[in-house]
Nanobody
Framework: QMLLEESGGGLVQAGGSLRLSCAHS????????VGWFRQAPGKEREFVAA????????YYADGVKGRFTISRDIARNTIYLQMSNMTVEDTAVYYC?????????????????WGQGTQVTVSS
């Protein structure tokens, strides 16, 4: 089993920036991706961004391209989500997740391991 733990959520003003971290531990796999989803109140969990752990290829939802950047620190087994130019629509609980084996799935139900989530609130 893989364990994931998010940190870095909080309150930020519109137009501001915030960085989320996700450390993973436990079982490792030859080929997997780690990524971020978010879920706003009353909405379904949606894909935000992902990165292949071994090769570093990145993928983004259209709504965050150019504003969010996902990266990884292999030595720390940690991924980051740098969020910039944030809007109130970015308010959600952000979840870190791992998807074992290609391809990267957009549907949250197809990801294998999940963290507990961290709240991000953007004020106007």
């Amino acid at each position: 089993q893989m364990l994931l733990e998010e940190s870095g959520g909080g309150l930020v003003q519109a137009g501001g920036s915030l960085r989320l971290s996700c450390a993973h531990s436990g079982r490792t796999f030859a080929n997997y991706a780690v990524g971020w989803f978010r879920q706003a109140p009353g909405k379904e969990r949606e894909f935000v961004a992902a990165i292949y752990w071994s090769g570093g290829s990145t993928y983004y939802a259209d709504g965050v391209k150019g504003r969010f950047t996902i990266s990884r620190d292999i030595a720390r087994n940690t991924i980051y989500l740098q969020m910039s130019n944030m809007t109130v629509e970015d308010t959600a609980v952000y979840y870190c997740a791992a998807d074992i084996g290609p391809p990267i799935e957009i549907a949250a139900s197809l990801w294998d391991y999940w963290g507990q989530g961290t709240q991000v609130t953007v004020s106007s």
